[in-house]
């Protein structure tokens, strides 16, 4: 039930390179009045949604953070349906003795899971952390695109008494572009490099969703766990007295623990009031170098040796720019909500990661 469908956001009608919501009614006054019906009637209706056994449907399941959503959902007698194209390779990640239950569907089957799913989760896209060539730049993009366009037709072609009612997207806070000094929230501008061009075109592609699908647009940030992401390629050179800040070490470093990433979605899969762009990062983000620094002191190790621009660049070309720029990112939106992050600080984060044990 949609208890705050008065408090639908308006989207301006034609896109704008920044996408920007209408400036009649910003998405604080919006989250205000969403939260009081929250914190009141609908406390209870969130609640009783997660007791309700939901159906989702998610892309990049086989992916980090969707290895761990899939986790979560299953754990908690949820249906999923696994939308990929390989089904030997979600077949080894998602083995149905350790997942009974758990549908794994190539594309051609993706119109009759969705159609069968009360939500849907879309994760999919290609890894950016690698050498951009013009051809790895068109596929980033059309990764992204591609995919979303797909679930979103088939969201919208779907008749109304078997179209999901939610979708939670993926995009990143590369949409605001670099700096060194602005603060982003989710009312921010966008920037005007390459990463925006894609998190708008990303976006829009969204946007396209049927207005009685709630959206909600999650722009992660850098995503912290010991089995994937950007941390697992760190931790071996601490390990080997090797590790240090990447580049100059100022540059921001917005992240977020992959467990309350995974909450943050899980909680917009059910609660009525996650809607609109929402900001995946933590309260606190670092620069490079602290978050280095804290890294080093945990395992013990010095963060003494730096990795120059100039080495960055000679291995990843135009990609270096993810590692060595970045940007200030403040969840304006989940804090608002009141979304109970588990770790606030980069020292906890990491320090209940490396205590972990590294999947398999």
């Known amino acids: 039930m949609e208890l705050c469908g008065a408090t639908s956001f ?30 009141g009637n609908d406390a209870g209706s969130a609640q009783s949604l997660e007791g309700n056994q939901m159906t989702v449907s998610i892309t990049g399941a086989t992916g980090f953070i969707g290895r761990r959503l899939v986790q979560r959902l299953h754990a908690d007698n949820h249906r999923v349906r696994v939308l990929t194209r390989s089904r030997s390779k979600a077949q080894l990640i998602f083995p149905v003795g350790d997942f009974p239950g758990i549908v794994i569907a190539e594309e051609p089957e993706w119109k009759e899971s969705i159609q069968v799913s009360n939500a849907v989760v879309n994760l999919a896209g290609m890894p950016i952390s690698t050498r951009w060539s013009s051809e790895i730049k068109k596929e980033i993009k059309h990764s992204r695109i591609r995919v979303t366009s797909k679930v979103v037709d088939l969201i919208n072609d779907s008749q109304d008494e078997v179209r999901p009612s939610v979708l939670v997207s993926a995009t990143a806070v590369g949409y605001y572009g670099t700096s060194q000094t602005q603060i982003f929230n989710e009312e921010s501008p966008s920037g005007n490099d390459y990463l925006a061009e894609v998190c708008r075109e990303w976006e829009a592609t969204a946007l396209r969703v049927d207005k009685n699908v709630r959206l909600a647009l999650v722009r992660i940030g850098v995503v912290l766990g010991k089995d994937g992401g950007a941390l697992a390629k760190m931790i071996p050179m601490f390990m080997m007295f090797a590790g240090g800040p990447l580049g100059s070490g100022r540059q921001w470093f917005s992240w977020i623990h992959l467990d309350d990433i ?9 609660n009525p009031c996650y809607k609109g762009v929402i900001n995946g990062t933590a309260p606190n983000p670092v620069r490079m170098g602290e978050m280095c620094e804290q890294l080093g002191s945990i395992m013990g190790r010095p963060s003494w040796l730096p990795v120059p621009d100039i080495a960055l660049k000679a291995v990843l070309g135009e990609g270096a720019s993810v590692v060595l720029e970045g940007q200030k990112v403040l969840p304006a939106r989940a804090k608002e909500l009141g979304f109970p992050f588990r770790y606030h600080y980069v ?3 990491l320090r209940a990661i490396l ?6």
């Open 10 to 39: 308006a989207w301006t009608t034609s896109i704008s390179s920044s996408l920007k919501f209408s400036q009649s009614f910003s998405i604080y006054e919006a989250d205000k009045r969403c939260r009081v019906l929250c914190l």
């Open 347 to 349: 020292k906890d984060a």
């Open 262 to 270: 995974v909450n943050l979605i899980y909680e917009a899969l059910s």
């Open 355 to 360: 205590s972990q044990k590294v999947e398999a």
